[in-house]
């Protein structure tokens, strides 16, 4: 979990609130794109299965911030579920619109 993003959003995480966090997260990240909480929103969307979204959310993280090795992990997080689950890649490659 990004900590220096939204409080209440990573205490909805720690919590495995995931619904809720994306909630929040998706509001705040409309209006301020920041690093920290794309990276948790992108935690929201793998924790729910949606890994397409978590790679968007990461990518997107990244690209604000690139020195940030967090980031970078998630992006190889979701990267080797795809290759290890070849049925994800349509998943993840819908997203990619």
């Known amino acids: 979990?990004?900590?220096?993003?939204?409080e209440q959003a990573w205490l909805l995480i720690l919590g495995g609130a995931y619904e809720s966090?994306?909630?929040r997260l998706h509001g705040l990240t409309a209006?301020?794109?920041?690093?920290?909480?794309?990276y948790n929103l992108g935690l929201c969307f793998e924790a729910l299965g949606d890994y397409?979204?978590?790679?968007?959310?990461?990518r997107a993280a990244?690209?604000?911030d690139g020195t940030n090795l967090m980031y970078a992990k998630?992006?190889?997080?979701?990267e080797n579920?795809?290759?290890q689950?070849?049925?994800?890649?349509?998943?993840i490659q819908s997203r990619k619109l």
């Open 62 to 64: 990244h690209q604000i």
């Open 74 to 78: 998630g992006i190889g997080r979701i």
């Open 1 to 6: 979990i990004a900590e220096e993003g939204d």
């Open 52 to 58: 397409g979204l978590a790679l968007l959310n990461y």
């Open 81 to 83: 579920l795809q290759r």
């Open 85 to 91: 689950f070849p049925q994800l890649r349509s998943q």
């Open 21 to 23: 966090a994306l909630q």
């Open 31 to 38: 209006s301020d794109p920041n690093p920290e909480d794309l």
